[in-house]
């Protein structure tokens, strides 16, 4: 008796310091950039590591995140960070559409605000119409399944731009009634009507 | 009974120790395989964050025509060499020659193209 609650008590210890040492490590992954001799994919005995550009001595001094790469890369732009081109050919046509869309409208979470302009300051019309989105508000059937899938918004989101962690940097407008930053998780009992 | 349920536990820690990805690759970094090692050269890694500090995504996905999808892009060296793809601007003028073939092929052999440094949902991402 006394050895099976030794074991219980082993075994709460053991998960306990399983999940601390999982979130501390999550944590610390978080925390500064690995150089390139240990990042996993580039070949420490090579000899471009000697050379390259260390993602630590370029990502540091950009407008922090805390998640991806850990740079707040619309305002690192937006601030004069970083200075990208815009083209490299002088007769490529740049646009940048100022237009906001609110998505979701039916929804339990907070309603999606897209906004045109941020995304266009990187991306060209062409790289999500038509073949992503069709150009028309409401005629897009937008699903969380597929955005995780790596379809629709999750072709960038959750690849090479913020992951779909953020979920209330795209969630942003509160409906009547729902608290203005809602906390994960959002328990919503079975059955229950969200509010509208 | 006792050490079964000890080893039990020792397993499951590794299994949740094992779970945790090792410290891998900067956010949206490419590793390119498709012909590389087969014809005795490192895979290729692409950073995104080294690019877009320099030029913004349309540049790459729009004027050079790169589709958004690893894996999508087909092209070999010639076409480098040629101006397309990549040698839009690695051609000594814009960014180094590829002549500097270590600085691109600098990836660990034995690795899949893929888009690595985590997405962090560990949901069913198709990356």
Redesign the interface.
């Known amino acids: 008796m006394r ?1 099976s609650i030794f ?1 219980g008590k ?2 709460r210890l ?2 306990a ?2 999940l601390v ?2 979130v501390s ?2 944590v610390l ?1 978080q925390q500064g ?2 150089t ?1 001799r ?6 420490p005995r ?4 000697k ?3 260390e ?1 630590a001595e ?2 540091s001094k950009l407008t922090k995140d805390n ?3 850990q ?1 707040r ?1 619309v305002q690192a732009l937006e601030k004069g960070e ?1 200075n ?6 002088p007769d ?1 046509k ?1 646009q940048v559409y100022d237009s906001d869309v609110l998505l979701n409208l039916k929804g339990g979470m907070p309603i999606v605000r897209f906004p045109h302009r941020q995304h266009t ?4 019309c ?2 999500c119409h038509d073949h992503l989105f069709k150009a028309e508000t409401g005629a897009n059937k937008l699903s969380m399944l597929s955005i ?3 379809e629709q918004c ?3 989101h ?3 731009s913020f ?3 953020e979920c209330f940097r795209c969630h942003s407008v509160s409906r009547p009634g729902q608290a203005p930053k809602p906390t994960l998780p959002i328990a919503i009992p079975h059955g229950a009507v969200p509010p509208r | 009974m ?1 050490a079964g ?2 080893v039990l ?2 397993l ?2 590794a299994a ?2 094992g ?2 990805p ?8 490419v ?1 390119l395989n498709r012909r590389s090692e087969k014809e005795g050269m ?1 895979p290729v ?1 692409f ?4 690019h ?8 790459c ?3 050079l025509g790169f589709k ?2 690893v894996g999508g892009n087909d092209f070999k060296m010639s076409d480098i060499a040629e101006g397309r793809f990549c040698g ?2 690695h051609n000594g003028d ?1 960014a180094w020659a590829p002549d500097k073939c ?8 034995g ?1 899949p193209t893929g ?2 440094g985590g ?3 560990g ?5």
């Open positions: 050895v074991q082993t075994i053991g998960l310091a399983a040492a999982v490590l999550s992954a950039w690995d390139l240990k990042d996993g994919i580039h070949d090579g000899p471009g590591v050379e390259l550009q993602p370029a990502l998640t991806g790469n740079v890369w970083i990208p081109r815009a083209s490299i050919r490529t740049i300051l990187w991306l060209d062409t790289n995780l899938n790596g999750g072709v960038c959750g690849a090479v992951p779909l962690t | 006792g349920k000890l536990t020792l499951f820690l949740l120790v779970a945790v090792p410290a891998a690759a900067e956010y949206a970094d590793l490192r890694v950073p995104h964050w080294f877009r500090i320099r030029f913004r995504c349309k540049v996905h729009a004027e958004m999808r839009a601007c814009i270590d600085l691109c092929h600098s990836g660990k052999r690795l888009i690595y997405h962090e949902t949901g069913p991402g198709r990356w």
